[in-house]
């Protein structure tokens, strides 16, 4: 009984049905998904063509079936008998497998205020369907949460020619994952297309035409949208006893504390290095969790090691973040065309890079940010600075050296 079951068919999950293929795996693979359509990709959702939600298939049906992946739609793994190695679906059948994976990504946290019921979602396929469809140009619409997707949702209502508030309860927006002097600009380009910010308060209570913040004011809003950041989605790992803390805890392997059940994406915590578990929300992660996690079940036996990277899309710039920049860092910034970037130095070696500018101008760089930082290079500080040296001529040598 060597079948392997997937459990959440996003990214993550998805991903991993045809790595398993790709590492040769010829058993049964079974991928099992919540949502009713073919699996799709989050982040067009929050950036859509045109105005138009944007739909983008991870897969065909006929890449399903040419792959050999049973994929099940529109149907919830509800338990797991990690004794006898069973799933139970919502629908009453149980599915067998010899390895499982865990997909089941994150769900958004949810306001606790009166009123907070009429907060929209913004995570899945119908959520975008259900704002974009609801949102009127001659409506304010209010954003709790200035993150990433906030903020994102903030520069698309603008372009509809929405009257947009952010309601962030940190004294600025985007301070999570983004380095602060990217997060400045960004805010004050939010500023520029006319989006008013309220920072610093939480709210008290959302009403039919405003959300009341903790100090009595009112923000108008007839839409008003949750974006408040997500939760791991762990509860049928607990349920089935598995180890658990802010993610489905998982070795360096991204096996959970059973031996037959993996873990992979969003869910996901993963344990470093230096001690304690990291949980990442990005694209490319749950892709390449969901890439190793395969190949494991499959017999391969190789530590996640990856480098963080995500983007981020607000009017025409692009963001690019890899690594994970620290207060502590040397900072050494580059001027690019129409843009900038940002190097990020520990104890003299390269370890991180950002870069906002316009449209994907900054994906070059990054790219090779990337490389300079897997070579593991020490860089003169002047060297990386400075435009006229070429990045690749600075890899073509840390790589000779
Ligand atoms: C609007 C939006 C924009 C984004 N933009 C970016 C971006 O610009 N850059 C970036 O790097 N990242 C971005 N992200 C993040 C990225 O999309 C996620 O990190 C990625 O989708 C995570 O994939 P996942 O497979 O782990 O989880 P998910 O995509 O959440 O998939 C999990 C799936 O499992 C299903 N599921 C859960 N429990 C069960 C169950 N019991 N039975 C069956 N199915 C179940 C869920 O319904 C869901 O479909 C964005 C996310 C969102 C929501």
Redesign the pocket.
Known sequence: MDDIVI?????????AAFAAREAGFSGTVTL????PHL?Y???????PLDGAVQMKAICTAEALEAAGIAYHRD????GIDAKNRTVTL?DGRTLPYGRLLL?????PRRLACPGAGRALD???YRD?ATLFSSVEASEPAAIVGGG??GM?LAAVLRDKGVAVSVIEAAARPLGRAVPPRFAERLHARHREEGVSFHLGLGIAEITPDAVVLADGSRVAARTVISAIG?LP?I??AQRAGLATANGILTDPFLCTSDPHIFA?????AVAQPGGGATR???????RS??ETAARNMTGAHEAFAALP?????QYDLGLQVTGLPQPGHQSILRPVAGGELEFYLADGRLVAAAGLGTGNGVARDIKLAEMLIAAGIEPDPAALADPAVNLKALLRSARAA
Request: proline share 5%.
């Open positions: 459990i959440g068919a996003g990214e993550a999950g998805t991903r099992i998904g919540t949502e699996p990709e989050r982040p067009p959702l929050s950036k149907i919830t793994a509800t919502g997909a089941t990504g994150a769900r913004f995570r899945t975008a990433l997707i994102e997500v989605d509860a049928l992979a994406g969003d869910c996901a990442f929300e990005s694209w490319r992660n749950a969790q969901a990277w995500f983007w981020s899309d």
